[in-house]
C-alpha cells in the first residue's frame, strides 16, 4: 500500500505542476487577454490553490488506479528482493566455488612446472628414465587439468555476470514500472483537462459576468 505522507506530498508537487501547465497554455491565454477579464495569473493561482480539494477530486479516480498500480509494482519488487534474499546462500556457496575455481588452475599449473622439470630434469642425467617418463606424463596431465579449469572458470564468471545484470534489472523501483508511469501520465492529464482547465476557466468566466453586472449597476 502507498505511504499516505508519501502520496500526499506527491500530490501536491503534481498538482502544482498541472497548473503551472495549465496557466500557461494557450486556452488560458487566450481566456485572461479577452476584454473584460479581471482576473491575472496570480489571482488564478491563489484561487486554485484554495480549491485544490475540489479539483482534485475530478480526477480521482485515475488516482486511485495510479495508486494501485504503484502498490502492484512495489509488490512485485519486494517479491524479487526475497528472491534475492532466499539467494544468499548459494551465493556464499558460490563464494567457495570462486576460491576453489582460483585455487585449482593455480596448483595444477604449479605441480605441471614442477613435475615437467622434475622429469626433464632425471631424463638429462641419465637416472632412472621410467621415473623420468612418469613425472613428464603426471606434469601434462596437471597441465591439461589447469587449462580445463581455466577454461571452467572463464564460463563461469561469464554466467555469473550474466545472472547478476539480470538480479539488477529485476530490482527496479515501482516508479519505474511502464504500468505505473502510465497510470500517473492518465491521472494528470485527466487533472489537467477535467479538473484544473474548467476551473480555471470557470473562475475567468464568473469574474467576468461579475465585471459585466457591476458595471451594468453604475
Do not use: C, K
Not at 490553490?49 to 495508486?67: F, G
Not at 546462500?89 to 566455488?97: E, Q
Not at 605441480?111 to 621415473?131: C, E, I, K
Amino acid at each position: 500500500m502507498a505511504d499516505p505522507a508519501q502520496s500526499g506530498t506527491e500530490l501536491g508537487v503534481v498538482f502544482e505542476r498541472v497548473l503551472a501547465q495549465a496557466l500557461g497554455s494557450g486556452q488560458i491565454a487566450e481566456a485572461l487577454a479577452r476584454p473584460g477579464a479581471p482576473l491575472d495569473r496570480e489571482r488564478l493561482h491563489a484561487r486554485a490553490s484554495s480549491a485544490r480539494t475540489a479539483i482534485t477530486a475530478a480526477a480521482a479516480v485515475e488516482y486511485q488506479d495510479y495508486l494501485a498500480a504503484r502498490a502492484a509494482a512495489a509488490g512485485r519488487a519486494g517479491r524479487a528482493q526475497t528472491e534475492g534474499d532466499a539467494g544468499a546462500t548459494p551465493r556464499r556457496a558460490g563464494g567457495l566455488l570462486a576460491l576453489f575455481a582460483v585455487l585449482v588452475p593455480s596448483l595444477s599449473a604449479v605441480a605441471a612446472a614442477v613435475f615437467l622439470l622434475s622429469g626433464y630434469g632425471l631424463r638429462a642425467v641419465g637416472g632412472r628414465p621410467y621415473v623420468g617418463d612418469g613425472l613428464i606424463m603426471a606434469g601434462l596431465l596437471a597441465a591439461a587439468v589447469a587449462a580445463g579449469a581455466a577454461i571452467g572458470d572463464l564460463i563461469w564468471l561469464l554466467a555469473t555476470a550474466v545472472r547478476n545484470r539480470s538480479g539488477e534489472e529485476r530490482g527496479t523501483p515501482a516508479d519505474a514500472d511502464p504500468e505505473v508511469a502510465a497510470a500517473r501520465a492518465a491521472w494528470e492529464l485527466a487533472l489537467l483537462e477535467r479538473g484544473m482547465t474548467p476551473f480555471l476557466l470557470g473562475r475567468i468566466e464568473e469574474a467576468r459576468m461579475r465585471e459585466r453586472g457591476d458595471r451594468a449597476i453604475r
